[in-house]
């Protein structure tokens, strides 16, 4: 930061590159208040609140339909407006993973950001190729793990893919141990956490996973 840049212009010029970065990797981004008041989003964010179900806009606060991920959403709120930690949430929904996650920068002021794909995509979040070579997995936990990342359960996969739920589950102990984690639930918010990954599908500067 150049001395002669006061610390809300740099916020701001950081608050324009992130709307750049996201609406170009496609992920859409909406910021909400510790009240759940919708601040600000992206394009695709915007785009997003439009064509999602599962997530709604009620007269300026957002929420979830489906009950189980709203009553999450409220205890994460309530934990960030006291003096509580928050940790990041992931749900998924039928076109991707949804990450909330606190932000206090750019804003000066406590706020969630909730991120997910574009509603129009059909590309996996990550594709297995940045999964194998970040986590050294073979070609088969690699292509599960994208999948889940994309919001798929282990049983639609099991059900596409002709493969048992007990292979699968077999993969899905070897990818904890390769990554670090004893859940799903962990191991999807630790990739999805991880901005590289996903801009080294965007960027598809990557080799491809040996067979």
Request: contains cysteine; aromatic residues 6%.
């Amino acid at each position: 930061m150049s001395k002669n840049t006061k610390p809300a212009e740099w916020d701001k010029a950081i608050a324009s590159l992130a709307v750049k970065i996201t609406n170009a990797l496609q992920i859409g981004m909406a910021i909400v208040d510790v009240d759940g008041t919708l601040l600000a989003t992206n394009s695709v964010g915007a785009y997003g609140l439009e064509k999602f179900s599962s997530l709604v806009v009620d007269r300026g606060r957002v929420r979830f339909s489906n009950g189980p991920a709203n009553l999450a959403f409220d205890q994460m709120l309530q934990a960030y407006r006291g003096r509580a930690a928050v940790n990041p949430l992931v749900f998924g929904t039928g076109t991707g993973p949804m990450l909330i996650v606190p932000v206090k920068k750019p804003l000066n002021r406590k706020a969630l950001a909730i991120l997910f794909c574009d509603p129009d995509s059909r590309e996996p979040p990550i594709g297995p190729n940045s999964l194998s070579l970040a986590f050294n997995l073979t070609e088969a936990e690699a292509r599960l793990f994208s999948a889940l990342l994309a919001g798929q359960s282990v049983g639609q996969y099991a059900n596409e893919n002709g493969v048992t739920t007990n292979t699968l589950k077999t993969q899905l102990r070897h990818i904890f141990s390769k990554i670090g984690c004893a859940r799903q639930v962990d191991a999807v918010r630790l990739a999805l956490l991880n901005p590289i990954l996903r801009l080294r599908d965007f960027w598809r500067a990557e080799p491809t996973v040996p067979s």
